[in-house]
């Protein structure tokens, strides 16, 4: 089991940057591939960025590529998402998981757990 708390968040405005954490326990996060994903309001979660373990590929939605990246800590056992540019269209609730199958990256189904999500908030 592996509980996920992240932190960050919060009211900026557009061109501006955030640097989201997430904090794991339970298990390291050096046995998980670990991904990022946002909920926009009347929106499902999208895919935002994912960090393999092993050789640590990263992989990202292309309207973001460029702007964030994400990384890992394992010492800390915490996963980072550090968004730069931000632009209105980023406003989400951004959520931390884990993935321990190893594939499926970008597929919601393929994470086994996730934290409780933090709100991003871009002004215009």
């Known amino acids: 089991q592996v509980q996920l708390v992240e932190s960050g968040g919060g009211l900026v405005q557009a061109g501006g940057s955030l640097r989201l954490s997430c904090a794991a326990s339970?298990?390291?996060?050096?046995?998980?591939?670990m991904g990022w994903f946002r909920q926009a309001p009347g929106k499902g979660r999208e895919f935002v960025a994912a960090?393999?373990?092993?050789?640590?590929?990263?992989y990202y939605v292309d309207s973001v590529k460029g702007r964030f990246t994400i990384s890992r800590d394992n010492a800390k056992n915490t996963v980072y998402l550090q968004m730069n540019n931000l632009k209105p269209e980023d406003t989400a609730v951004y959520y931390c998981?884990?993935?321990?199958w190893g594939s499926g990256y970008e597929r919601y189904s393929a994470y086994d757990y996730w934290g409780q999500g933090t709100q991003v908030t871009v002004s215009s």
């Open positions: 960090n393999r373990w092993g050789d640590g590929r990263t």
């Open positions: 998981a884990a993935n321990s």
């Open positions: 339970g298990r390291t996060i050096s046995d998980y591939a």
